[in-house]
């Protein structure tokens, strides 16, 4: 997900999205302990798009103040 996709988002779709990654991320821990987990660099990207989210989320909040 790049910043162009997510700055076009609103505030709802954001958070939206930023629960389901963060479901997503749990997911991939879980199969990572239980040895299943085949594409380990999921995790990282998963991360990264929780962050940017997370970064426009609060640039949101900030300007409509």
Sequence with gaps: MK???IK?????????KIFGLKKELF???VEAKNQKLEQF???KVVKKN???LMTQNTIAKK???
Excluded: W
């Design 63 to 65: 300007t409509t103040k």
């Design 3 to 5: 910043m162009e996709e």
């Design 27 to 29: 997911q991939l821990r």
């Design 50 to 52: 929780i962050a940017r």
């Design 41 to 43: 660099h999921r995790m």
């Design 8 to 16: 076009d988002l609103s505030k709802d779709e954001i958070e939206a």
